[in-house]
């Protein structure tokens, strides 16, 4: 691991030296002989505040701005956390927590909606009130493996593994680095969609839209992100030494800023900036500027303004807790806008080239978590429904899989067919238009299912009929309840009926009931 240096860190060396490079602001370098000079690290910069010795008094440093309002900022703690009332919350230092637009509850990695991960749970105050942590150091955990990566659990909620996600649709999510068997640090990484999991090769599917660039892989460990920085200094009032002149009264420093959590912000002075509070940012080796998800230059962000001190000041934070926004839906991922600079979105991008970038997660109207994820490019664009390439590798069992699809003008029920991507007139098959089981052994169906159409979700009903021998419809029941699934747009849900007594030479239907109008729907259905 990395030296970490901490504000107030002493130095002690000839005047000949060089002064240390890598530390942060606070910092003190003494020198051991004539003049015997005293320097403070300030905004990146040694500056001599006076001397040291037996008779001068040596300059107390320069007085320098008393910086501006807000507390004294924060302890310097190496994690980034949110204090969380929630009345019987039911947690447990280490749980994986995600917000549902209401309340925290665990998160699992099965579908995307419950793998939206904000943090960790780090300190149970007590039955009403925990801590949440969304970067950093986490420590009392258990059975850990120093060195080992540890992702999103697939079956239990709140929990974390060592073993990736593989199953189609489920989430690959890495959530932080063992350090020791209690110790971890916490990284809130993008998690990525498994669009080919276990089985046979499977069907192409039909033409359309190709999907998003696939996984890139993770962005690795992002190391340290830094430490809240210290709250100005006041200065120093000289040291011992000759009796001298006295200087000029010492650099206080910006005191820092409000706030209840230990989020990470800094400071910036650039002339007429004309930024707002809540602006994504990104830096062009001159200036920040408002970030823009059309290319990856113009995507590189930095931050969101956090405070507008006045024209020519303000403060950016790079990871934590934001409040003061407007109009956010809580609960919903925001994604760095497509087209206005500098703004966030619900919706993700699609153009090819551009860049998908989620940035914050809504807690509230006006409040969020701001979380710097990996960008991904689109490398292919949308023309059609996904068609998915099939599944790799060799099954334990017989798998049945097949492409299912509709275009929705109405919110009527309908079936999916085996013959084509089903029409709008498609209220229920004919009677030899049934997916037809040809192995044995199989008791699972599960239903993969996207829609786009509808910005919102699109609340949509999964029921399962089946009739023996590939008879008609007519003859068909029901083989399982229905099931009910929020479908975001232009995202995957996942219905699965387990437990089912399924025969060769099953006819099997699946009806459809969607909440809106408007969607058009893609997937893939497997019985295995």
């Not at 073993?163 to 649709?169: E, P």
């Not at 420093?253 to 800094?266: A, K, L, P």
């Not at 008791?443 to 590939?470: C, D, E, M, P, W």
């Not at 003859?475 to 387990?498: C, K, M, P």
Request: hydrophobic share 35%; aromatic share 12%; glycine share 14%.
């Amino acid at each position: 691991m990395a030296v970490q240096h901490y504000a107030g860190d002493t130095f002690v060396g000839l005047s000949s030296d060089v002064k240390p490079l890598n530390v942060i602001d606070g910092a003190r370098f003494y020198e051991s002989d004539s003049p015997y000079l005293v320097w403070l690290k300030v905004s990146g910069v040694w500056v001599n505040i006076g001397t040291s010795g037996s008779s001068q008094s040596g300059y107390s440093g320069y007085s320098g701005t008393s910086g501006y309002s807000g507390t004294s900022g924060y302890s310097g703690l190496s994690t980034t956390f949110i204090e969380v009332h929630q009345v019987s919350h039911g947690f447990v230092v280490g749980d994986i927590v995600r917000f549902n637009g209401t309340n925290y509850v665990k998160a699992l990695a099965d579908t995307p909606e419950h793998a939206e991960v904000v943090g960790i749970v780090c300190i149970i105050i007590d039955s009403d009130n925990f801590n949440l942590l969304t970067e950093g150091e986490i420590e009392g955990l258990s059975g850990l493996i120093p060195g080992y990566t540890y992702f999103l659990d697939l079956y239990v909620p709140g929990a974390y593994t060592t073993t990736d996600v593989s199953q189609y649709g489920a989430v690959s999510k890495p959530l932080m680095d063992a350090i020791t068997a209690t110790k971890a640090y916490f990284h809130n990484w993008r998690g990525v969609i498994v669009e080919n999991g276990m089985g046979e090769s499977g069907y192409s599917g039909y033409s359309g839209v190709s999907g998003y660039s696939g996984t890139s892989g993770f962005s690795g460990t992002s190391g340290y992100s830094g430490y809240s920085g210290t709250s100005g200094f006041s200065g120093t009032s000289g040291y011992s030494g000759y009796s001298g002149t006295s200087g000029v009264s010492g650099y206080s420093g910006y005191s820092g800023f409000s706030g209840s959590s230990s989020n990470q912000t800094i400071l910036v002075n650039q002339p007429s900036h004309g930024l707002s509070l809540g602006e994504i940012i990104r830096f062009n080796g001159t200036d920040y500027l408002p970030a823009l998800a059309d290319t990856p230059e113009n995507a590189e962000v930095v931050g969101i303004v956090y405070q507008v001190i006045d024209s020519n000041n303000f403060v950016y934070l790079t990871e934590g807790e934001i409040i003061g926004l407007s109009g956010l839906v809580p609960g919903a991922v925001y994604y760095l806008d497509l087209y206005t600079p500098g703004t966030y979105s619900t919706t993700d991008v699609s153009q090819l080239g551009a860049v998908s970038k989620p940035v914050l997660v809504a807690v509230s109207n006006t409040e969020a978590f701001f979380h710097n994820w990996r960008g991904i490019i689109v490398e292919n664009s949308y023309s059609g429904y996904s068609g998915y390439s099939g599944f790799s590798g060799t099954p334990s069992v017989s798998t049945v899989k097949a492409v299912i699809g509709a275009n929705r003008l109405d919110s009527a029920a309908f079936y999916f067919n085996s013959f084509i991507i089903s029409a709008d007139s498609s209220s229920s098959p004919v009677s030899d238009a049934a997916f037809i089981v040809t192995a044995s052994s199989l008791n699972k169906i599960s239903v993969y299912l996207r829609q786009s159409g509808v910005g919102g979700g699109n609340n949509t009903s999964i029921q399962i009929f089946r009739s023996a021998n590939g008879s008609a419809f007519s003859g068909a029941t029901a083989l399982t309840g229905t099931t009910t699934e929020s479908v975001a747009q232009d995202t995957i849900s996942v219905y699965t009926f387990s437990g089912l007594t399924i025969n060769p030479y099953d006819a099997i239907f699946i009806k459809c009931t969607p909440t809106s109008s408007g969607s058009d729907y893609s997937g893939i259905m497997t019985i295995e």
